[in-house]
């Protein structure tokens, strides 16, 4: 079983930054592939930016390319997602998840952005307030 605990989130103004954290504990091996996704009040679930744990591969949705940088920690079992530059557009819940390689890695050779992860945190708060 692979927990997965998020922390960090909170409200800032526009142009400011916060980092995300994500603890991670269970089975390595299902876990490969991990990531951070957020959903807004109305919206539906989007990719912020994966990592592939085995090799760092990322993956950054257009909207934060330049601003976001997801790195891991292997010796904490920790995904961090640092954001700058923020956006009113940035306010959201954002989970991080993870899963396995097999489900996950594209032949683009990174993690899928897709929601099709099998592990997922309970969420934490960004407000961006302009």
């Known amino acids: 079983q692979v927990q997965l605990v998020e922390s960090g989130g909170g409200s800032v103004q526009a142009g400011g930054s916060l980092r995300l954290s994500c603890v991670a504990s269970?089975?390595?091996?299902?876990?490969?592939?991990m990531g951070w996704f957020r959903q807004a009040p109305g919206k539906e679930r989007e990719a912020v930016a994966t990592i592939y744990l085995n090799g760092g591969t990322t993956y950054y949705a257009d909207s934060v390319k330049g601003r976001f940088t997801i790195s891991q920690d292997g010796a904490k079992n920790t995904v961090y997602l640092q954001m700058t530059s923020l956006k009113p557009e940035d306010t959201a819940m954002y989970y991080c998840?993870?899963?396995?390689?097999?489900?996950?890695?594209?032949?683009?050779?990174?993690?899928?952005?897709?929601?099709?992860?099998?592990?997922w945190g309970q969420g934490t708060q960004v407000t961006v307030s302009s």
């Open positions: 998840a993870a899963g396995p390689r097999g489900l996950l890695f594209t032949s683009g050779g990174y993690c899928s952005s897709s929601t099709r992860y099998n592990y």
């Open positions: 269970g089975y390595a091996g299902s876990r490969n592939c």
